[in-house]
């Protein structure tokens, strides 16, 4: 039995890792078109800040480590250019065919580079050590930074790091790919408060006097090569699967970056591409290629990003977001202090929690802070996980002791405001 | 119709404060023994140590606030000797009988002196200013706290910070009241290298020279005034209440340190008294007593408390709790990076998981690390409540960025690894 994966970075190697322990005696082989593997791309905006010394402290395991610790072969350079279903076998750039049994499709995601000549992405470690190399040997002063969603801010605060001028563009009226308009404004006054321009409702024309031009426009899934083995797509334009990670073809799962999901809020299939859900879903895909039963439930859509030293998190639905869902949704915020309010290192802390009128029911929340914005965040998702009541949330036992959060935390208190907006 | 609370620290104002909020013609009356209300007892801790610069800081309102901002009459210094159900009054030592239609008892706890002669203790304000000033005045050198509870662990901080040499004597074999020798051998380690001495299985015999002893043996409810009244205690020593807060007599809640609570994990009743729970079952016997229905559905036994910088944190049972309660119960250790592995702020974290064998429901959880540890143990309490399963927990849509957590956060790695022993 062979399975081969295709793509070499977080949901192919987690599928490979899984089915090997699953299965001792099956052949396992991954095909990576790029020549890194396992490599953590989402820490690349930590490298051009600065603190991370070398792309390559991101890899996380080489390919020898693979061959040797878990018996995985990985070719590198290895760009498959078909599938064949019918014969199970794909079909490499360099014409070589390779029979398999079990296939996992993990071709990820590619930036949008949204027709921007010249401009820069980051989206691989090439991609950041050319963007490193410009910023030490032209020591450019203004950027431009298309896109506000996560990366996009990202790269803006690592650039004001490196000392840039930057000025965010952002074609929709929202940050971070959230319809929100008050996160929006939250975000948008902290980046105007660390000398950040966001630019939004504005595409980016190539005018102004920018030395340096980052496109962070989006990304879209990798499904050129399932799409044309007959695998079919879903709604959203990434590979559609099951809660096993079953594409439509017999034998072939997807996961990662190219496949959807189901939200656990709305219980429809979106496609959000997270390093922290591909890792996920190669798991899954891993264990039912390697013969076990395993399950994805989904994604309450929990995300977090740093923004100019601010964690901004997010899980579920925005207000907006809830009503387009077509639920009557009700939301409360609430600033707060993070640990009690004498300690002194306690700071303020934004909270704010969406839920459906009539049952009560959580629909989403939002975390901005210096600390434990993580933790909070995380809190809702797994309420979320669990379509909690308001009603319970409030009463929920979280930690208390002074030094790290209040007799009463930000999370409670928002959730006993909002109950009083209930029916 | 008149509300009387007795105890105007946590329990006894949130009470007064809920009632008054959903019924604005009730008349309110707070009765409290000691000078001082509303105060964050819990900080007293903290103003030994330094940061916390007077003891007034730690108070949260005043009188004139609850009578001019939530027309809630308190008067200090007024020690009720009794109740009489029958004639619905309460008698002041002063003689004074005041009538209630309802009534609140919050009468707290005190601590067990544990008969060392010339003890301190910290329980109140006063007795913060006593030690503050001992401190200050005859500049002792080395001191034995006795009980290795969380007040006798943050004291043994607070005087370290002060530059004494502590040693902390506990009776029992474990540290944190909690059956859970893993816990405290981690606990000791971290208390050796901050060369706090601590010695396990001791009785403090008044010997060695120690220039100041600090009694934290332990709290007992305090129950006197309403066992007089016909009130039922439970198997716990503290009064009996329901998810309502109600007594087994009419009119009468009990609600904070002095009453009992249900434990979510086993259903039982416990008695654990805590800042944030006593506030919660406050805000309900407050509601209940103003003629709406609300319910308090118990504890998941969360804690949290820093030791010498280290959070350590629980949640749930302990494996050795878990199999005394008659669960076939398993559980698993890691140690993981708190933030991505790359990102420079990133530190070990520590994470236990325990479950229950056959069905994999989640039974508890232990956190410890520098930071986000607030954050992990609630992830884990929320699931308590809501009888989570380890496979469903470990698919949980956790933030992931790698400032704030790596791709797997800890507790979902601790959960795989637990999954493996699961029936």
């Given at each position: 039995m062979r399975l081969v994966v295709i793509g070499g970075v977080a949901a192919g190697l987690s599928a490979a890792s899984r089915a090997r322990r699953l299965d001792r005696s099956l052949e396992i082989l991954v095909l990576e078109?790029?020549?890194?593997?396992?490599?953590?791309?989402?820490g690349l905006p930590y490298y051009l800040e600065g603190h991370?010394?070398?792309?390559?402290?991101?890899?996380?395991?080489?390919a020898d480590f693979f061959r040797r610790e878990r018996e995985i072969e990985i070719r590198t350079g290895?760009?498959?250019?078909?599938?064949?279903p019918m014969r199970r076998e794909v079909q490499l750039r360099s014409g070589e065919r390779i029979v398999y049994d079990k296939l996992v499709v993990a071709t990820g995601a590619q930036p949008?580079?949204?027709?921007?000549?010249?401009a820069f992405t980051l989206h691989t470690i090439e991609d950041a050590r050319k963007l490193r190399e410009f910023l030490d040997q032209k020591r450019p002063r203004r950027a431009a930074v298309v896109g506000a969603g996560y990366i996009g801010l990202e790269l803006a605060e690592a650039l004001r790091s490196n000392g840039l001028d930057v000025a965010v563009y952002e074609s929709s009226e929202n940050v971070l790919n959230r319809h929100d308009a008050g996160l929006t404004a939250l975000v948008g006054k902290h980046l105007e408060r660390c000398r950040v321009e966001l630019k939004l409702n504005a595409r980016f024309d190539g005018g102004g006097s920018y030395d340096l031009v980052v496109s962070a426009a989006g990304l879209l899934p990798n499904v050129m090569l399932a799409f044309g083995a007959g695998i079919e797509l879903g709604a959203t334009g990434a590979i559609r699967v099951n809660e096993r990670m079953e594409t439509n073809v017999a034998g072939i799962y997807a996961a990662g970056d190219c496949a959807e999901m189901r939200h656990l809020v709305t219980g429809r299939m979106v496609w959000v591409p997270l390093g922290s859900t591909a890792n996920k879903m190669g798991r899954v895909a891993g264990a039912n290629a390697a013969g076990k039963r395993a399950r994805f439930q989904g994604i309450a859509g929990t995300s977090i990003v740093r923004v100019c030293g601010l964690a901004v998190a997010t899980t579920g639905l925005s207000l907006e977001m809830a009503r387009r869902e077509g639920f009557d949704a009700v939301s409360e915020r609430i600033e707060a202090?993070?640990?009690?309010?004498?300690?002194?290192?306690s700071r303020p802390t934004t909270v704010e929690l969406v839920a459906?009128?009539?049952?009560?029911?959580l629909l989403g929340g939002t975390v901005l802070g210096d600390a434990d914005v993580a933790g909070r965040i995380n809190v809702v998702a797994s309420a979320l996980a669990h379509r909690m009541l308001v009603d319970e949330f409030q009463y929920l036992d979280l930690a208390y002791s002074p030094p790290y959060a209040p007799v009463w935390d930000p999370l409670l208190v928002c959730a006993q405001q909002l109950e009083k907006k209930l029916g």
């Open positions: 078109k790029g020549q890194h593997i396992s490599y953590a791309a989402c991370v010394r070398r792309p390559e402290d991101l890899v996380v395991h080489n290895a760009e498959v250019a078909a599938i064949a949008v580079t949204g027709g921007v000549p010249g202090h993070d640990r009690a309010r004498y300690f002194w290192t459906e009128r009539r049952s009560g029911r």
